[in-house]
Nanobody
């Protein structure tokens, strides 16, 4: 059984930074591509960023490109999302997810097999 546990969410002022972490257990972490998604109240879950198994390839949504950075430490079974220059519209529950398909970084919710429980990020204006 694969388990993903996010941490690092919280309340931050606009312009501030947060770093989210997602620790994965249950299977070999380095065999998964990893993604971050978010869901704001009343909205659908949306793609934020994805990383290849080595971290050498990344993919970002246009809305966060240049502000957010995905990275991973395979020795710690952990993927990170560094969020800078946060805006009130970044307020959402943030989820990490694991994808067993390794040939292309993917961005659709249905393409990811395993999910964490989410961590709340609130950006005040």
């Amino acid at each position: 059984q694969v388990q993903l546990v996010e941490s690092g969410g919280g309340l931050v002022q606009a312009g501030g930074s947060l770093r989210l972490s997602c620790e994965v257990s249950g299977r070999t972490f380095s065999s998964y591509a990893m993604g971050w998604f978010r869901q704001a109240p009343g909205k659908e879950r949306e793609f934020i960023a994805a990383s290849s198994t080595s971290g050498g390839r990344t993919l970002y949504a246009e809305s966060v490109k240049g502000r957010f950075t995905i990275s991973r430490d395979n020795a710690k079974n952990t993927v990170y999302l560094q969020m800078n220059s946060l805006k009130p519209e970044d307020t959402a529950v943030y989820y990490c997810a694991a994808d067993v398909y390794l040939y292309k970084l993917r961005s659709r919710v249905v393409e990811y097999e395993y999910w964490g429980q989410g961590t709340q990020v609130t950006v005040s204006s």
